[in-house]
T-cell receptor, first 113, second 110 residues
């Protein structure tokens, strides 16, 4: 158990809908990262937050947004969902802002029908 | 975009044998990390090697890094069925975030 929690575990929704994925980092970790894993794209970095501020942006679509709250938990919002958004979404955390070892949550499996 | 590319894509061995996975990357790096993922689960960090290091050990794991060839290898000695998983290399350039390869699927048969 990494200490990173993600909810929900599974999510099934229809195209055009909006969903929110939630992540609680390990106690004391200030950085939160979001990744998308799909068969065709592999593991893609989406976005990083550090102590409430956006730190780095990767291949995140404009339909997706995220934030980190004062208690350091983070939410990833996915809107206008398309079939191609079906994937595993992972959250990871680390103590600092620089990219050393990261601790991954169990993931949320999103299925868009 | 993928920075690291693992080779082979899949590897099947018997328990007790050694498993070697390779990773090649394209740009200069700060460090390189290896992660393990059991089917559909979260990734687990295995080892980090910095750009000024050539070799690192952790238990049955041995990682090498050749920055001149932009490549790394992960050796798992005396493999066990529990080592069955996908293994990913991830690179860090500067202070930016991890960029993962597509992974090697390792199957260890009893």
């Amino acid at each position: 158990d990494s200490g990173v929690t993600q909810t929900p575990k599974h999510l099934i929704t229809a195209t055009g809908q909006r969903v929110t994925l939630r992540c609680s980092p390990r106690s004391g970790d200030l950085s939160v990262y979001w990744y998308q894993q799909s068969l065709d794209q592999g593991l893609q970095f989406l976005i990083q937050y550090y102590n409430g501020e956006e730190r780095a942006k990767g291949n995140i679509l404009e339909r997706f947004s995220a934030q980190q709250f004062p208690d350091l938990h983070s939410e990833l919002n996915l809107s206008s969902l398309e079939l191609g958004d079906s994937a595993l979404y992972f959250c990871a955390s680390s103590p600092m802002a620089s990219a050393g070892e990261q601790y991954f949550g169990p993931g949320t499996r999103l299925t868009v029908t | 975009s993928q920075q690291g590319e693992e080779d082979p894509q899949a590897l099947s061995i018997q328990e007790g044998e050694n498993a070697t996975m390779n990773c090649s990357y394209k740009t200069s790096i700060n460090n390189l990390q290896w992660y393990r993922q059991n089917s559909g689960r979260g990734l687990v960090h295995l080892i980090l090697i910095r750009s000024n290091e050539r070799e690192k050990h952790s238990g049955r794991l041995r990682v090498t890094l050749d920055t001149s060839k932009k490549s790394s290898s992960l050796l798992i000695t005396a493999s066990r069925a529990a080592d069955t998983a996908s293994y990913f290399c991830a690179t860090v350039a500067g202070y930016s975030t991890l960029t993962f390869g597509k992974g090697t699927m390792l199957l260890v048969s009893p």
